[in-house]
């Protein structure tokens, strides 16, 4: 496969150097005029690249962002875990009710009676 690639780019190459384009005659104003216009290309170019560098920090700053978020996320959620736990742990069982601690006593003394 790559024997015919590379015969097909070397018969492309002689075929161009034995039939060459058209060869074109430019004024000096046309020659001005495609020299700034290859300039502004040019500059243009350097600042897409400049812009492109930037979306790409961008880009690595939001996906720090996401993921320093997504951990707090997770840190919440194990917080508000923890937080439940702890409601549960501190809340009254049912035999801890005072009213009924009143009523065994109660019940205690009428029963000596």
């Given at each position: 496969m790559e024997t015919i690639i590379k015969k097909l780019f070397i018969l492309s190459i002689v075929f161009s150097l034995i039939f060459p384009q058209k060869v074109y005659n430019f004024t000096e104003e046309e020659v001005k005029s495609l020299f700034s216009s290859i300039k502004e290309l040019e500059r243009q170019d350097s600042l897409n690249i400049e812009?492109?560098?930037?979306?790409?920090?961008?880009?690595?700053?939001?996906?720090?962002?996401?993921?320093?978020?997504?951990?707090?996320?997770?840190?919440?959620?194990?917080?508000?875990?923890?937080?439940?736990?702890?409601?549960?742990?501190v809340t009254p069982k049912w035999y801890e009710n005072k009213y009924l601690w009143f009523g065994y006593g109660a019940s205690i003394i009428w029963l000596i009676k």
């Open positions: 812009i492109q560098s930037k979306l790409e920090s961008q880009i690595k700053n939001y996906k720090l962002i996401t993921f320093n978020d997504s951990l707090m996320i997770f840190q919440l959620e194990n917080q508000l875990k923890l937080k439940d736990d702890l409601i549960r742990e």
